[in-house]
């Protein structure tokens, strides 16, 4: 049995943890990383994926700066 108290100290951190992830400075950040680096070179129909992704997630422009 979780304690309320236990309870609300998880939710702040879920909640800390989604705004730090969120957030441009670690959109940046993980994009200087190879394991979140996007190739230039992939195939077409990986890169319609990816736009349609971005789009989903509210971006309307459709590119998040990876051409």
């Known amino acids: 049995m979780m304690t ?6 998880e939710k702040r951190l879920a909640a800390e943890v989604r705004r730090q992830v969120g957030a441009k400075a670690m959109t940046r950040f993980l ?20 736009d349609r992704l971005d789009r989903a997630a509210g971006n309307p422009s459709g590119s998040s700066g990876r051409r």
Do not use: C, G, S, V
């Open 31 to 50: 994009r200087t990383l190879p394991a979140f680096r996007i190739d230039a070179d992939i195939p077409d129909r990986f890169r319609d994926l990816l």
């Open 4 to 9: 309320r108290n236990k309870a609300e100290k």
